[in-house]
């Protein structure tokens, strides 16, 4: 995928099996996200704490990825997940909790 993440609309980049997915986290994408993970608020509160479960940050992801690949499945997106680790997961994720507290 050839899409870049564009840094003015909140949007944050992971390599996936060799793919370039873009997070955009769309008042769409969140309200999807929000009704699996319940309040993001509390999301937000729980990784402040370090509390957020890896399932939680999949799912987040899941739901923000734009243009999302026919051939990824969300099973395969969360094992390549696991296989990048916290350290993997982690800017992308602080760049899409920064952009749900302060919006655009």
Do not use: C, Y
């Not at 909140?10 to 999807?32: H, I, Y």
């Not at 993001?40 to 729980?46: G, I, K, N, S």
């Not at 243009?67 to 602080?94: H, I, W």
């Amino acid at each position: 995928m050839s899409d870049r993440a564009n840094a003015l609309r909140g949007e944050a980049e992971l390599m996936v099996d060799g793919q370039r997915l873009v997070l955009r986290p769309s008042f769409t994408a969140l309200v999807a996200a929000e009704e699996e993970l319940g309040s993001l608020f509390d999301l937000v509160e729980r990784a402040a704490n370090g509390r957020l479960m890896l399932s939680e940050i999949a799912g987040l992801f899941w739901h923000v990825i734009k243009n999302q690949p026919k051939d990824l499945t969300r099973e395969r997106f969360s094992e390549a997940m696991m296989a990048k680790g916290l350290t993997g997961v982690t800017p992308p994720l602080k760049i899409l909790l920064k952009q749900i507290l302060q919006g655009r």
